[in-house]
């Protein structure tokens, strides 16, 4: 809230508001709102204008009244009024009077300014008085009063003037000089604003007494510099200051300037807010915060704060940056501490999963966690993982997810690896397997003419794989027509013109592996001869090469099918291939026919299995026809399993099963490869390398409580098949231990009561219920008593045979299985126990049960007893009224309930627990109260001085319990505002002191019992009239003291260094009675009225003052101070330099 503007009052204004007011007694509403005058926007108006509007301000907010503007007279006493209307508040509203922007008037208190609060009982009005005593200069100004009740809060401004009496005008400078108030130097602040006003000036007629100001001001505190300043009319302060700090040779005794120091430590969670608060003993203090020695300046960050003696420093949103030590300085006292910034716990968001590779390979484990930048720990095998000279583990971090790397992974890496946070771990497995190298595409038979290229193919899954290249068993050396190659994956071997002699096997065998690729090299050789030109056609099949058994191809899938056939004919015969009744005659696509000279080549690119069939060749000529049938077959890797799921999990191991794929691919399936991965994850994990034969795995070295997927792949001959659909998420889990502390709660002729404890070890998989099974002693057969789980840890077993003997046991269920079951050490006879009723009051109903008008009783009494034993209610020895009072009996426990309690309901109720001729009765003593009625005959018995005895009877209705006191209070008869004056007064009479002179009394009691006051007063029907005495004054005696000295330099002359062109001072002080006649020398000749010379005389203070002085003005100057009662010199040099100027 902005500062309001002071008023400043025309010369000769009236006061609008009477300023004399009594001491205790507060106007009435209808004279404050004649004397008070609107000022809240008087403070914007230009001096020459006044409001328009005189009337009372329009009221908003929590205020009823509002304080008014008003204009007081120096020495007088004014009050300001306030009113707040509480009747539709949760809790008591709080006030506070300020003067300007922040200076809190609470803690100015005392016998200058005085605060009183009132709270009228019937209207709901708060009054809150501010009243200052014997009004001077300093008081002038905006005020502002505010007022707040947990979410309400509401202000109003308003300003004094205060205006000085024409005849009282004082012409002592000293005595506009003083502190706010009466209560001597600890009353109020110092105040200059008098000293602003034109004065008439009066020569001192007498003689002051004399005194060393700087000594003075040498063992003075700071605080007190300005006062003596002004008390011996020393006005240029800041020079003071600064000479006085040049006088002094020893440091001055430090002040303890706290209050209240900072604690040693403070602690605080990361992101939050903390507050370090000092209490100061002077409220005017500078204070500066330091962080680790550099000064802290306010900002959104840091928050500085006054209120009142307190200094609060407030960091927002606390870093660990701001884990650092804090230094508070005042003066040249100082406090610290140190501030802890907690990390709050940093959870793992993304569990590390497990991996399986094979030696050489990369091995990456990642981890997100909740927090950017937070810090983890690795570990393998419970050592942490550090950087090493050679590089083997690296580390990474991006925001919030981390990476722990393995460059080249070998058998030394496997074990468990381990993440750590301060607020979590997660684990992970690696395994290491031998790398074992797969033919990615095998090297395949060719058949070639004399003079064409071959070249074999082969591709493997390693490209730093060497091998070497055998024909029939011998190595193949290059040569300039035969060429090997490597490049990446894929090896190749080149021969180039094809001659008969490169007919063979050719095998390629990879370096350091037991494999070997073979393939075969047919040479075809074309025989010319002459026949008759008659010739019928005839197809010659080769037999060799892809066909694996008569007339049948073997094609892997997506592989391309080249069959070359050679036709022989004259004339040249004409070719017809079919697939079934469909002839082929494409020449272009992926199933075509290409022709050639004694050639037709059957081209079938990308084998699918529609292509798998009966295919026929047709050849026809003039001299006949042949005919040859072929079998595609088309091989393939097989389809998914199907029917992937989890029958039985372990604590560290589940057991899948799976169904075999539909289509095998044409070769019967070798068998299986399986991989897991957790729940959510992407990386999946190999669990075997070897072929898996059977249908069922059981997979180990699991985590017990971690969601797991599992897929199946099938393999045949020709490779690994797609990956089956994923499992339903399972979890390893394992059964719990068995329940603890099973035993016999209760028996009757038929049922028995039993009640355990939970497992020890309950696992991850929890607890889904308990199963209850009993058997006669000595048989085997167990019969389950709970056809569903039970949840308690108690369970009644009911319908069993009378006098038996039952062996009991319990056992824990989860959705791993049962756990092991806890039985009974010894079995249970089942017959009636007979058991004495016995009631079990409650402590606090063993006394008198007090409850007020209106409210709920509801009393539980817990018993025993069995059989179950029966339960009757008496009051006063009459049985109850089930209309007006409700009871409610089970097995254990009897419920007395009245919803709305009356006093009707007082009296002692009776609780009787019987079976058979055995009972138990217990008594409660219920009392019923309600607010006591007024006292009665309230009278005043005696007035004397300021005192007046009251005496009262009590009051006809108790409330049906004792009195506990009275509560008396006053009012003036003017005001009619009552004031509390005893609280839980215990006798009839009282003494009523510190009534106030003139004034007449109005008296009232209230009467008071558990429930309260009563909500009427009984009041004095005569009132008490203080009368007034009157008072003498003693003036005091005076001694006048002699102040005469002669003259005495306090302050010598110092000797001066000045540049010339620029006016110098030269200054002293002196001090004598009478005033001496001060004389200025320069080498000892008497400086006469030279404007060049300057000379000041300052209430002792001395100053000669040169105008730009020359080199000439340099030399020696004295001061010589001359009274009736002696003389003093002082002297000193001056030295006027010349600036050296630049030349051009």
């Known amino acids: 809230m902005p500062e309001a503007k002071k008023a400043v009052p025309k010369k000769g204004k009236k006061a609008t508001a009477s300023a004399e007011k009594k001491e205790e007694a507060a106007p009435p509403p209808e004279e404050k709102k004649q004397e008070a005058a609107p000022a809240e926007h008087d403070a914007e108006l230009p001096e020459d204008e006044t409001p328009a509007d005189q009337g009372k301000t329009e009221l908003t907010g929590l205020f009823v009244e509002k304080p008014q503007t008003a204009t007081a007279t120096t020495g007088k006493d004014i009050v300001f009024v306030a009113k707040v209307d509480s009747s539709k508040l949760m809790r008591k509203p709080v006030m506070k009077w300020l003067k300007g922007k922040w200076l809190d008037l609470g803690s100015k208190a005392g016998k200058h300014l005085q605060f009183k609060e009132t709270y009228d009982r019937e209207s709901k009005i708060y009054t809150y008085e501010m009243k200052i005593v014997k009004v001077i200069d300093g008081d002038a100004g905006g005020y502002r009063c505010e007022v707040s009740s947990k979410d309400k809060f509401d202000s109003c401004s308003f300003d004094l003037t205060v205006e000085v009496p024409q005849e009282e005008k004082s012409a002592n400078i000293l005595e506009a000089f003083k502190r706010s108030g009466d209560a001597g130097e600890d009353a109020g602040d110092l105040d200059f604003s008098a000293l602003l006003k034109k004065r008439e000036v009066k020569k001192q007629e007498e003689p002051v007494e004399e005194t060393d100001v700087w000594e003075i001001l040498k063992n003075a505190k700071p605080s007190e510099f300005e006062k003596i300043a002004f008390q011996y009319g020393i006005t240029d302060l800041r020079g003071m200051l600064k000479r006085l700090k040049k006088m002094k040779k020893v440091e001055p005794k430090k002040c303890d300037a706290f209050l209240k120091k900072l604690d040693s430590a403070y602690s ?47 960091i927002n949103k606390c870093t660990l940056a701001d884990d650092a030590a804090y230094e508070c300085i005042v003066g040249e006292d100082k406090c610290f501490t140190e501030v802890f910034v907690k990390e709050p716990p940093v959870l793992i968001t993304q569990l590390l999963d497990d991996q399986h590779v094979v030696v050489g390979d990369r091995v990456e484990f990642e981890v997100e966690v909740s927090e950017e930048g937070a810090h983890v720990k690795w570990m393998k095998d419970g050592v942490e993982l550090t950087r090493e000279e050679t590089f083997k583990y690296r580390f990474k971090k991006d925001g919030k997810k981390h990476w722990l790397i393995i460059q080249e992974a070998t058998k030394e890496d496997i074990g468990m690896y381990f993440v750590q946070t301060n607020g979590g771990e997660s684990k992970a497995e690696l395994m290491v397997e031998d790398k074992e190298l797969q033919v990615l595409q095998s090297i395949a038979d060719l058949t070639v003419k004399a003079a064409e290229q071959a070249m074999f193919k082969c591709e493997v899954s390693d490209d730093k794989v060497t091998g070497k290249w055998y024909k029939d068993g011998v190595e193949v050396l290059p040569s300039k027509r035969i060429k090997m190659s490597h490049i990446g994956r894929i090896h190749k071997l080149t021969i180039d013109d094809v001659v008969p002699e490169d007919a063979g096997d050719y095998t390629f065998i990879p370096d350091g592996y037991a494999l070997s690729l073979s393939a075969k090299l047919n040479f075809l050789e074309i025989k010319i001869d002459y026949v008759p030109r008659q010739d019928p056609p005839k197809i010659h099949l080769d037999t060799t090469g892809n066909i694996v058994s008569q007339n049948t191809i073997i094609v892997v899938a997506g592989n391309k099918l080249r069959l070359d056939v050679e036709i022989t004919g004259e004339p040249a015969p004409t070719v017809c291939w079919m697939k079934g009744d469909k002839v082929i005659a494409e020449v272009e696509g992926r199933v075509r026919v290409e022709s050639r000279k004694d050639l037709s080549c059957f081209v079938i690119e990308g084998a699918e299995r529609e292509d798998e069939g009966k295919y026929t060749i047709t050849v026809t000529n003039p001299a006949g026809e042949d005919k040859a049938v072929l079998f595609i077959k088309i091989v393939d890797v097989p389809d998914p399993p199907e029917a992937v799921k989890c029958i039985a999990v372990g604590e560290d191991c589940a057991t899948i099963v799976w169904e075999p794929p539909k289509y095998d691919g044409g070769q019967p399936v070798k068998g299986y490869l399986m991989e897991r991965k957790k729940k959510g994850s992407s990386r999946w994990t190999k669990l075997n390398f070897d072929i898996f034969e059977g249908q069922t795995y059981e997979a180990k070295r699991m985590i017990e409580g971690v969601l797991y997927e599992m897929r199946v792949f099938a393999v045949n001959g020709i490779g690994v098949g797609q990956p089956s659909a994923n499992s339903k998420p399972f979890m390893p889990i394992a059964p719990t231990s068995e329940p603890t502390h099973l035993t016999v709660e209760d028996v009757t002729d038929t049922t028995t009561t039993l009640k355990w404890r939970p497992p020890d070890r309950l696992g991850a998989g929890g607890i889904d219920g308990y199963a209850i099974e009993y058997c006669k002693e000595g048989d085997t057969k167990w019969v389950l008593a709970n056809q569903e789980l039970v949840d308690r840890n108690s369970y009644m077993v009911k319908g069993l045979p009378t006098g038996e003997k039952i062996d009991f046991r319990v056992v824990c269920v989860n959705m791993a299985g049962r756990s092991l079951p806890a039985k009974l050490s010894q079995p249970v006879t089942i017959r009636e126990i007979v058991q004495y009723p016995k009631i079990r009051l409650p402590r606090q109903l063993r006394t008198k049960y007090i409850k007020k008008v209106g409210e709920k009783v509801n009393l539980v009494i817990p018993f025993q007893g069995k059989p179950r034993p029966i339960v009757t209610w008496l009051k006063d020895g009459q049985p109850l009224d089930p209309k007006k009072v409700g009871v409610r009996t089970s097995d254990v426990d009897s419920i007395l309930f009245i919803r709305s309690a009356e006093k009707e309901h007082t009296g002692k109720y009776t609780l009787s627990v019987q079976i058979e001729n055995m009972q138990d009765t217990a008594t409660i003593d219920i009392r019923i109260v309600e607010k006591p009625g007024p006292p009665l005959l309230v009278k ?141 020398m320069k080498n000892k000749m008497q400086i006469g009225e030279d404007p060049k010379f300057r000379m000041q005389n300052n209430q002792g203070v001395l100053t000669l003052n040169i105008r730009k002085p020359s080199p000439y003005d340099g030399g020696s100057y004295s001061c010589m101070a001359v009274n009736s009662l002696g003389e003093a010199v002082v002297e000193c040099k001056l030295e006027v330099r010349v600036q050296p100027t630049e030349k051009l």
Not at 1015 to 1041: C, M, N, Q, R
Not at 1054 to 1059: F, I
Not at 1060 to 1079: D, E, N, Q
């Open 268 to 314: 605080v969670d990361k992101g939050n807010r903390i507050k370090l608060t000092v209490e100061l003993s002077d409220p005017d203090a500078q204070i500066k915060w330091l962080k680790n020695g550099q000064e802290i300046k306010p900002s959104a960050k840091y928050i500085f704060e006054n209120v009142g003696l307190k200094r609060i420093l407030t």
């Open 940 to 1080: 005043i018995t005696d007035v004397w001085g300021f005192n007046a005895a009251l005496e009262w009877k009590p009051p006809k209705n108790d409330g049906n319990c004792e009195i506990t006191g009275y509560t008396i209070q006053k009012a003036d008869k003017k005001t009619m505002e009552w004031f509390t004056v005893y609280e839980h007064n215990r006798r009839t009479n009282c003494t009523v002191s510190d009534l106030i002179m003139g004034n007449e009394y109005y008296f009232r009691v209230f009467s008071e019992n558990y429930c309260g006051l009563s909500e009427e007063a009984g009041v004095t029907k005569k009132t008490a009239v203080i009368l007034k005495t009157g008072l003498d004054f003693k003036v005091p005696e005076y001694k006048e003291k002699d102040q005469c000295c002669s003259p005495k330099f306090t302050q010598p002359l110092v000797d001066r260094s000045v540049v010339a062109g620029y006016t110098a001072a030269l200054s002293c002080s002196v001090r004598a009675f009478p005033k001496p006649k001060i004389i200025w």
